[in-house]
């Protein structure tokens, strides 16, 4: 016989000790005094039984699937209110079970519920348990209402706050270890909660200072955990009127709370003003527009992640990481202004030189695509004799029509790349002549009409703090790339305020 566990844990549970491992023993001794094989455990950590919704309790989903699926013979609980305090439930799951030839044993109850005084005894106990979930729900509603008769909070305790000798929530000073860039520092939840606010009082966003409480080694604490902050969380926190000493009163407003503000209430209502103005900003500011100028196609050359860009308060758009925004401990990308990054860009395409003769310097530096291009004649005749085949098996009805549509459009697809060494020529002029242009048209473009550009000109721009760093050439002007590149970059140099910096391209130009 292989028989499987399901072991379960509410919250409140959880905090008044009761244990998985008991559940875990209990069990073991269980298969060893039986002569059962184990076979699996599953275990739901801080879920209710008492819901009708199997997807808010993940292991007993799998668990059903599992033994519906004859995995195991015998499934094996602690007592029956671990399986369910929900009567629909026990008995839906019961009957599948049953159903499935998968003996189902309470240890505490010592029933077999595969009898019909079994069944009898489940339909029973599965009320009485119900009932007691009912009871529990109703006494637990009465004491957070009594709670908030006399001030106090009710539920998990928000960052920033740890509960006092008294019950009543006191600021969390506790002190925390944690690594941040191989270095072990130590934080007080408190201190970043203090942080958090005079952010967002000075006019940082939401995700900017997710970015920063991350960096500094901050966590969320609660019911899910401790994990990096993000821009919802940094939502909630900040709106939060709990931190100046006031409760919900359970009716959709506030009432005065027992436990002293732990932020100054003029502080809090700055960043309530500063935050709708960021809002009302984000809505006036290129209202329709969120494209710009670099979007989409730069990287952060620290940690590989994308670049992401959004405007502040003040019509200013700004650069940040994604990865270090989502907690990437070893990212310390230290982004700026968005036109920090376009001036390098500008003096980039400004110092973009072509040569008289490169048409001749190219075609010698990429002889085998040049020969390539020689057979371009052939390769077209080739790619129309594929054509007329696959429009024959189309007709005979040996293809079918999504295919057949499919592999004409690939086909053609590669027909439009070819070109001649006479095409070549003339697309050589017209492109010298688009680069040779390109920094004025730059400077009179809008941010969608520059992002189109660089589009036509990069697959990628990588960044680093305050430096572009590196790009990367579309193919059809790689070749310019690498010809100004042996020309004359490595001579030159971005050099803002006169600070001298390495070369832009000298990574990525030659991929």
Known sequence: MKAALYARVSTEEQVEGYSIDAQRRAFETLVRG?????????????????????????????????????KFDVLVVHKLDRFSRNLRITLEYFDKLSKAGV???????????STPWGRLALTLLGGLAQFYSDNLSQATKEGWTERKAQGLYCGALSFGAMKGEDGVPVPDIMARQTVIHDQEITVRNYDGLKMAFQLAANGQSDREIAVCLNGEGYRTTGTHGSRPFSKDTVKDMLSNRF?????????????????????????????????????????????????????????????????RIQMNQKARARIYCSGRAKGDKKCN???????????QVEWY???FEIPQDYQEKILQAHSKLQAAYDDAEARKAALDRRLARIRELYEWGDIAKPEYQR?????????????????????????????????????????????????????????????????????????????????????????????????????????
């Not at 990308?333 to 001036?343: C, H, I, K, N, V």
């Not at 592999?407 to 697309?427: C, F, N």
């Not at 002007?477 to 391209?505: M, Q, S, V, W």
Request: hydrophobic content about 35%; some cysteine.
């Open 34 to 70: 039986r002569g059962w094989t184990v076979y699996r455990e599953y275990i739901d950590e801080g879920k209710s039984a008492r819901t009708d919704n199997i997807n808010r309790r993940p292991a007993f989903k799998e668990m059903a699937a599992e033994a519906l699926a004859g």
């Open 103 to 113: 003996a189902f044993l309470s240890i505490n109850e010592q029933m077999d519920f």
């Open 243 to 307: 931190y100046i000493g006031l409760i919900t009163n359970g009716e959709g407003g506030w009432m005065k709370a027992k436990h002293k503000p732990f932020i100054e209430p003029e502080l809090f209502e700055e960043t309530q003003m500063m935050r709708e103005h960021r809002r009302h900003s984000r809505h006036t500011i290129n209202a329709g527009s969120r494209t710009y100028s670099l979007s989409t196609l730069t990287w952060c050359n620290k940690c590989k992640s994308k670049i």
């Open 333 to 343: 990308f230290r982004g700026t202004f968005l036109d920090t990054y376009e001036a």
């Open 349 to 351: 395409l400004e110092n």
């Open 407 to 511: 592999k004409r459009e690939t086909i053609q697809q590669e027909v439009r790349t070819l070109v001649t060494p006479e095409d070549h020529r003339s697309a050589l002029s017209k492109l010298a002549h688009f680069l040779a242009n390109v920094a004025d048209a730059w400077r009179e473009a809008s941010q969608e009409q520059r992002n189109k550009l660089v589009k036509m000109l990069f697959e990628e721009i990588w960044v680093e703090d305050k430096r572009v760093v590196a790009v990367k050439p579309r193919p059809e002007f790689e070749p310019f790339f690498k010809l100004n590149f042996d020309c004359h970059a490595k001579d030159i140099a971005y050099d803002p305020g006169g600070i001298r910096t390495p070369d832009l391209h000298r990574d990525r130009v030659a991929c």
